[in-house]
Structures are given as structure tokens and as C-alpha cells.
């Protein structure tokens, strides 16, 4: 019954490791996103991906790239990771028009607390 | 480009009373969304309450209601009745239609006992 599922939950690796983080939603949506939240708690927009369209956040380093293999997954790949990474990262979705109402509001899955050492 | 911000970094409340989050936003668009969203310890993102920016009644669910003043690019939330559960950080978000979201700093919001 799980909307937006992330995995790994958590995801502990060495500084200069390469890895990802899977999200997958049940929704039907068309548009999904990865944010990032830091030490602060300050969320910040990485990506979000519709229909093949990628928008990407130009402050997001290009180590980062998302990979959509199908409408209901959007993953996240890091490659040689460093200690400014370490942070909480969040897939969500949306469903960009339905019946000629936008409906604009992002599910979230519960987040992958990654720690770069 | 659009910027949120909450100006209380902390707040709390007892419980069974009543407490008002705080959230201005900056944009010259004059369709869009507005939002609250939740995020306990447990680390989810839970959506408490959203709004159109075209519709003038302000958005009620349950004990969370918003006070949405469009001029004043104002869009606050009420708790009334506050429950421990409703300790967690809470962020406002401001998106134009092409679900662009911008989430603000966040509010902790403590209820003591």
C-alpha cells in the first residue's frame, strides 16, 4: 500500500564510493522529484522528472544523475561521493493534470539518510 | 524566482491550545499553491493543508486551518486543539502551476504536556 517507497532507508559509505538510492511509487503519477535535506532541515529541489523531461537544478553537482527506467520509478545515482553529501534525500510524486484540474501536490517517500564517512 | 520564508525557527505550545505558524512567499505569479507540510521525528513528509491561491476561502482541515492573505503574500497555519503528535518540523511550500515547489527553512513546533 506504500505510495512512494525509497530504498535504502538508510546508506553509510566511504568518501568516494559511487552509489544509489531507489524510489518507486504506486500512484500513477507523471512527475517525480528528488530533494535533499540537509543538517538544517532545509529542503531543496535536486530534479524532477516528467514524461522524459528532466529539469535539473543547476546547483546540483553532475556527480548526480537520476535514472527513470519506467514512469514509476526515478532513482538517484552518486557518483565518487563526498562528506558534503551526507544528507537526507526525498523522492516524491505528483500528478501533473487529471480531468483538466492540475493537481500540483507532491507525495513524498520516507526519505534515505545517507552518511558519507 | 519564488522564496519562502518562515520566520520562526521555533515555537512551542501547550497542549490543547491554540498556535499560529507564520509564512510569507515572494512572486509575481498570481496562480499557484500553497502548502504546509509535517515532518515528525519519524522523518515523513506528511501534507497537513493546502490552498489555492484563486480560491479567497481559506482551506480548513480538522484542527489545522490557514489564514491566506493574497495581497500581503501571507499564508499562515492555526493549530487549535495542539496534540503532542503535532510536535514535528513544519514547512511551508509555495509552488506555481509546473510543480515547481519551494519549501521554506521550517518552524519546529515543540507541544509540551
Known amino acids: 500500500d506504500t505510495a512512494v517507497s525509497q530504498t535504502p532507508k538508510y546508506l553509510v559509505t566511504q568518501m568516494g564510493n559511487d552509489k544509489s538510492i531507489k524510489c518507486e511509487q504506486n500512484?500513477?503519477?507523471?512527475?517525480m522529484y528528488w530533494y535533499k535535506q540537509d543538517s538544517k532541515k532545509f529542503l531543496k529541489i535536486m530534479f524532477s522528472?516528467?514524461?522524459?523531461?528532466?529539469?535539473i537544478n543547476e546547483t546540483v553537482p553532475n556527480r548526480f544523475s537520476p535514472k527513470s527506467p519506467d514512469k514509476a520509478h526515478l532513482n538517484l545515482h552518486i557518483n565518487s561521493l563526498e562528506l558534503g553529501d551526507s544528507a537526507v534525500y526525498f523522492c516524491?510524486?505528483?500528478?501533473?493534470?487529471?480531468?483538466?484540474?492540475?493537481?500540483?501536490?507532491?507525495?513524498f517517500g520516507p526519505g534515505t539518510r545517507l552518511t558519507v564517512l | 524566482a519564488q522564496t519562502v520564508t518562515q520566520s520562526q525557527p521555533e515555537m512551542s505550545v501547550q497542549e490543547a491550545e491554540t498556535v499560529t505558524l507564520s509564512c510569507t512567499y515572494d512572486?509575481?505569479?498570481?496562480?499557484?499553491?500553497l502548502f504546509w507540510y509535517k515532518q515528525p521525528p519519524s522523518r515523513q513528509m506528511i501534507l497537513v493543508i493546502r490552498?489555492?491561491?484563486?480560491?479567497?476561502q481559506n482551506a480548513t482541515e480538522n484542527r489545522f486551518s490557514v489564514n491566506f492573505q493574497k495581497a500581503a503574500k501571507s499564508f499562515s497555519l492555526k493549530i487549535s486543539d495542539s496534540q503532542l503528535g503535532d510536535t514535528a518540523m513544519y514547512f511551508c511550500?509555495?509552488?506555481?502551476?509546473?510543480?515547481?515547489?519551494?519549501f521554506g527553512a521550517g518552524t519546529r513546533l515543540t507541544v509540551k504536556p
Open positions: 516524491a510524486s505528483s500528478q501533473g493534470n487529471r480531468g483538466g484540474r492540475i493537481f500540483n501536490e507532491q507525495f
Open positions: 500512484l500513477g503519477h507523471d512527475t
Open positions: 522528472y516528467n514524461n522524459k523531461e528532466l529539469i
Open positions: 512572486t509575481s505569479e498570481s496562480n499557484y499553491y
Open positions: 490552498q489555492e491561491a484563486y480560491k479567497q
Open positions: 511550500a509555495f509552488m506555481k502551476f509546473g510543480n515547481d515547489m519551494r
